[in-house]
């Protein structure tokens, strides 16, 4: 059943607290070049892969040590996809806010902000939910 590779998901819970506070300061400052760099971290997670997204290196680097082995894993499909959502709006508020079209850019990182303080605040991933709904629903799996 498994798409990816299986991760601890408390990188990615650690990654989405890290995302809140980034977003949230770039709402707060509108200063668009830590968009951009939030926006590169989504697209290594995205489009590289989990284990060599910044937030991924520095929770395995300074914090997994201090925890104990995970008790469960998760698969890494969705994560990703999430990834790849946060990317998109990531973008968009970036280059809104770098033209000077800043409702864009605050709307674009709101919705990023939102979907990161879910999984950080209450371990939901919105992006992950999405990808499994799409999942469910594709003509692909229709057929199988």
């Known amino acids: 059943?498994?798409?990816g590779p299986a991760v601890d998901p408390r990188g990615p819970r650690f990654a989405a607290i890290v995302t809140t506070v980034v977003l949230a300061?770039?709402?707060v400052t509108q200063w668009w070049?830590?968009?951009a760099l939030q926006t590169v971290v989504f697209a290594i997670g995205a489009f590289v892969g989990l284990k060599p997204a910044p937030y991924s290196v520095l929770y395995r680097l300074a914090?997994?040590?201090r925890l104990g082995p995970p008790t469960e894993r998760e698969d890494a499909a969705p994560l990703?996809?999430?990834q790849a959502v946060g990317f998109v709006f990531a973008l968009v508020g970036t280059i809104?806010?770098?033209t000077g079209v800043t409702p864009l850019g605050v709307v674009a990182t709101a919705f990023a902000l939102f979907a990161a303080f879910l999984n950080a605040?209450?371990?939901y991933c919105l992006g992950c939910q999405m990808y499994l709904l799409i999942k469910r629903f594709s003509p692909a799996r229709?057929?199988?």
Do not use: D, T
Request: avoid cysteine; charged fraction near 5%.
């Open 121 to 123: 605040a209450f371990n």
């Open 96 to 98: 809104g806010f770098a």
């Open 33 to 35: 070049p830590l968009l």
């Open 142 to 144: 229709a057929s199988s």
């Open 80 to 82: 990703r996809f999430a």
């Open 1 to 3: 059943m498994s798409a």
């Open 63 to 65: 914090i997994a040590p």
């Open 25 to 27: 300061v770039v709402l």
